[in-house]
């Protein structure tokens, strides 16, 4: 079985749209300990240039919910 975290990513406005995981703060990609959801990007992470997670107000707030899947067969 495979468990994913929702990355704060996709809650945040600083977030672009496109499939390419970009940012205000990392505008070559986000880092995948961000992505992956091992560090909170609501403190300063190397790179961000002072850019931490900022809440959309339109979106749902990141609850770090684990979504469990099937494995391949």
Known sequence: MTSIVVPIC?????LHPGDNMVC?????????????????HRVPYA???????E???DLPEPDNTVFEGATDE
């Open 47 to 53: 790179g961000d240039g002072g850019l931490t997670f």
């Open 10 to 14: 996709y809650s945040c406005t600083r």
């Open 55 to 57: 809440q959309d107000p």
């Open 24 to 40: 205000d703060a990392y505008l070559e990609g986000i880092p995948e300990p961000i992505v992956m959801s091992e560090v909170d």
